[in-house]
Nanobody
Framework: QVQLVESGGGLVQAGGSLRISCLAS????????MRWHRQTPGKQRELVAG???????YYANSVKGRFAISRDNAKNTVYLQMNSLKPEDTAVYYC???????????WGQGTQVTVSS
């Protein structure tokens, strides 16, 4: 099973930008969907963005137009570029990998993103 490690989180002022990364221990070329989720204390984990193996992307309404997900299969890495950050974007961001046919999936340990007002 692939292992996922997120990095790039940190503290940023509102209006700023941050790019977080998700490095997989193996090839992601055969992974159907790579996603970013986020979670704040006391709330359910929510889907932020996803990208298919063909490059199709989708976003939560709350981040549409501000965030961009991308994948580099050669580097086994998925990115989330976050622009125009808002305090409500503060959360732990988790990377998720899913193989649709088998249902195999994996989660990373998360990276904290804090947006100050």
């Amino acid at each position: 099973q692939v292992q996922l490690v997120e990095s790039g989180g940190g503290l940023v002022q509102a209006g700023g930008s941050l790019r977080i990364s998700c490095l997989a221990s193996g090839s992601i070329a055969s992974i159907d969907v790579m996603r970013w989720h986020r979670q704040t204390p006391g709330k359910q984990r929510e889907l932020v963005a996803g990208i298919s193996v063909t490059g199709n992307t989708y976003y939560a309404n709350s981040v549409k137009g501000r965030f961009a997900i991308s994948r580099d299969n050669a580097k086994n890495t998925v990115y989330l570029q976050m622009n125009s950050l808002k305090p409500e974007d503060t959360a732990v961001y988790y990377c998720h990998a899913l193989k649709i046919l088998t249902g195999d999936n994996a989660w990373g340990q998360g990276t904290q993103v804090t947006v100050s007002s």
